[in-house]
């Protein structure tokens, strides 16, 4: 009797030991394991009808591809995020996976990618492909006044499209997103709230310099295109570059880059829509290979409690040094001196003095081709600097903007900085032609050097009355480029949004 007991105790322990060791070998699953991180890394862009190529929404999307799934997440270069973690606050659009998260499904497509029992988790919702934020869709959805006609091929310069602002009175938005209607087309836009050119309403004209006629862009009184103004109009154009040094900043809405395109602020920050401004939907594109429309919509979701700060959207740079020497600009529309042949580190800094306390909510860097790497600095009145943001590897395929978990607070009398270096040279794979000089210009064969942040001037708070004090500017550029007042000139701008000077 003993012996039996003792043989059938051996017999459970070794098939609890063989049970343990199978739990132990097996794979990890979709139903599980993975789609849980798919749902929560990866399906904003990998889903039907964003710009992703392939759904991983379902097991059946994802199956055909998980050997590239497994490269990509195990050299980190999916889901795209390129600020350096050795630096800077944590971000909470961060899309990185954790070691563990990566173990997970490198250990799953060793394993043979099983489905798993049961089903997956739900995956986030979507509605007509819009973002649900705080559980609702957005509030408003806002068109681009008429679809464009992308051509197969040929090269599209940066344009603009404005339309009717839709509003009677201000909107105070604490989430926007920006949709293309033919994501495969479109490299980058954005949508700003301004005020028509001087001198101009809408009509018909040209949407570019020799570029097809459209509808909805501002038209002079004598039938020029302001779209269409030549570089060799250089008068207009240098009072063009001066007011939109002044102005455009003021009221950009948001950005669009692939992955990227949704924004939302914290509890008491906002954006105004003012009823004021029209809205100006700046687009770029890139031709397919076959013809196509689009037709970009903007979501607002209006502000739930009552707003106390307006978040702007401003670029670095009241003063820039270029490979060690300070850059002045002698007129409004000087540009910075060319990129030298072959240069492979060439260095440009911008910096902005603080003049009144901000609160700090994001950092976007924007480059092109040639564009290396970006540093912002903060520099605080006591003298101590904090690296906020640091991208080594710029990509111009992939222009994140990286918005701070807590904000940062920057007291007046602080700076901040954004540093940049150019590779021009053979090395960098990107570049088109490391034997010719760059020049600058909206267009991605050009260069740009833009360091924006998203602030709010803490001093200003919506509803106590007037707002924004600005100092003189230098080179005609106001020192922290807020409002939309006359240029040199204190001034403030009251709730409604109108300028007293």
């Known amino acids: 009797m003993l012996a039996a007991m003792r043989s059938c105790a051996l017999t459970l322990i070794v098939v609890a030991v063989t049970a343990a060791d199978s739990s132990a070998q097996s794979p990890p699953t979709f139903n599980q394991d993975v789609a849980r991180i798919l749902?929560?890394?990866?399906?904003?862009?990998?889903?039907?009808?964003?710009?992703?190529?392939?759904?991983?929404?379902?097991?059946?999307?994802?199956?055909?591809?998980?050997?590239?799934?497994?490269?990509?997440v195990a050299a980190r270069e999916m889901p795209p995020w390129f600020a350096d973690p050795r630096f800077g606050r944590p971000f909470i659009n961060d899309p990185r996976l954790t070691d563990a998260e990566i173990q997970i499904v490198v250990a799953w497509v060793d394993g043979g990618a099983p489905r798993g029992s049961g089903g997956p988790p739900a995956p986030p919702s979507f509605v007509s492909g819009w973002r649900t934020f705080k559980?609702?869709?957005?509030?408003?959805?806002?068109?681009?006044?008429?679809?464009?006609?992308?051509?197969?091929?040929?090269?599209l310069p940066v344009f603009t499209l404005w339309s009717p602002n839709p509003f009677k009175e201000d909107k105070f938005i604490e989430a926007v997103e920006l949709r293309p209607g033919a994501v495969d087309a479109v490299h980058h836009s954005d949508v700003t709230a301004r005020t028509l050119p001087a001198g101009t309403t809408l009509g018909r004209g040209a949407a570019w310099p020799g570029g097809p006629e459209v509808d909805f862009v501002p038209v002079y009184a004598d039938g020029t295109s302001y779209n269409g103004l030549t570089a060799d109009e250089a008068a207009r154009r240098a009072a063009l570059r001066a007011e939109a040094f002044r102005t455009t900043d003021d009221y950009r809405l948001l950005f669009y880059v692939p992955g990227g395109g949704f924004q939302q602020f914290p509890a008491g920050a906002v954006k105004r829509v003012s009823a004021q401004n029209a809205l100006a939907w700046g687009v770029h594109y890139t031709p397919t290979g076959k013809p196509t429309k689009d037709q970009h919509r903007l979501g607002l979701w209006y502000a739930q409690t009552p707003p106390a700060h307006e978040v702007i959207t401003k670029?670095?740079?009241?003063?820039?040094?270029?490979?060690?020497?300070?850059?002045?600009a002698q007129s409004a529309d000087a540009e910075f001196p060319a990129i030298p042949p072959h240069a492979g580190d060439w260095r440009i800094t911008a910096i902005t003095p603080i003049q009144d306390?901000?609160?700090l909510y994001a950092l976007w860097p924007h480059m092109h081709l040639r564009g290396k790497d970006m540093t912002f600095i903060a520099t605080y009145p006591d003298g101590r600097e904090e690296i906020l943001l640091h991208v080594?590897?710029?990509?111009?395929?992939?222009?994140?903007q990286y918005q701070l978990v807590e904000p940062v607070h920057l007291p007046a009398g602080s700076t901040i900085k954004a540093i940049g270096h150019y590779d021009n040279s053979s090395g960098n794979k990107n570049n088109p032609r490391p034997s010719a000089p760059v020049s600058w210009s909206e267009q991605s064969w050009d260069e740009m050097f833009n360091g924006?942040?998203?602030?709010?001037?803490?001093?200003?708070?919506?509803?106590?009355?007037?707002?924004?004090?600005l100092a003189t500017p230098k080179n005609d550029r106001v020192s922290l480029g807020i409002g939309a007042g006359p240029p040199g000139r204190v001034f403030v701008r009251d709730v409604d949004g109108s300028v007293r000077t």
């Open 135 to 155: 559980n609702r869709p957005p509030d408003a959805i806002v068109e681009m006044p008429a679809a464009f006609d992308v051509p197969a091929n040929g090269a």
């Open 39 to 72: 749902y929560e890394k990866c399906v904003s862009c990998h889903r039907p009808g964003e710009v992703a190529p392939m759904s991983l929404v379902a097991y059946e999307d994802a199956r055909p591809w998980v050997r590239a799934i497994r490269t990509r």
């Open 357 to 359: 306390d901000v609160t």
């Open 452 to 469: 924006w942040m998203e602030l709010s001037v803490d001093k200003d708070v919506i509803g106590r009355g007037s707002v924004y004090t």
């Open 392 to 400: 080594p590897k710029y990509d111009f395929q992939w222009q994140l």
């Open 315 to 328: 670029r670095i740079g009241e003063a820039h040094i270029i490979e060690g020497k300070e850059f002045v």
